[in-house]
């Protein structure tokens, strides 16, 4: 069925709401979501639509997720629009191929976390999610928490291997290809402790 995507993020609410209910002994005042390639897609639109969630973290989520669909790199709109149609709503396909532009990109997607903490993150050798792409929108919807006071991601250029940055939107890039790694946990343990307190 179409729309996988956002059945994901609806789950990831859902499992908050069943927390919340249910274990007493899990803090839901200090939940963040998480999700790695197509699951890092899902997370943003989790963490777009759910406040609750007060720090939204993407890892390598590439086209579709933090990387710009408009960008002609890597994982791209046509292909993934296309290919994994089961993952969006039916009516994303039609812009597919067509000449006329999506009215929307991933930077505003990112955006609607603010003034909440976002967290972007990408691999060196992970071309098909767009490392450079991920930046560039990442720094793009910084604009926003500017507007709260937050100095957002305010470098011009992608940062050295394996050094976070960021307030409000944190980035980093790893070495290495599509993937998960300790390396990337403890960026993300950092910065949840930066939010929530140790």
Not at 25 to 30: I, L, Q
Request: proline share 4%; net charge negative; charged share 20%.
């Amino acid at each position: 069925e179409y729309g996988a995507l956002s059945a994901w993020a609806w789950g990831d609410s859902r499992i908050l709401d069943t927390l919340q209910a249910a274990v007493p002994e899990v803090d839901c005042e200090r939940a963040a979501v998480i999700g790695h390639s197509r699951l890092g897609k899902a997370a943003l639109w989790c963490g777009a639509n759910d406040e609750r969630f007060k720090l939204v973290i993407s890892n390598n989520s590439g086209c579709m997720g933090a990387s710009p669909s408009c960008r002609k790199y890597g994982e791209q709109f046509n292909h993934t629009g296309i290919l994994h149609r089961f993952w969006f709503n039916e009516n994303l396909a039609r812009f597919a191929f067509s000449e006329t532009p999506l009215p929307v990109d991933q930077h505003q997607l990112l955006a609607m976390v603010a003034p909440r903490t976002l967290y972007v993150a990408s691999s060196s050798e992970d071309s098909g999610a767009d490392p450079m792409g991920e930046f560039l929108a990442a720094r793009e919807a910084a604009k926003v928490w500017k507007l709260y006071g937050r100095a957002g991601l305010d470098i011009e250029e992608m940062p050295p291997l394996g050094r976070s940055c960021g307030d409000g939107v944190n980035y980093h890039i790893k070495e290495g290809n599509h993937s998960i790694t300790a390396e990337d946990w403890q960026h993300y343990y950092n910065c949840a402790d930066r939010v929530f307190g140790k």
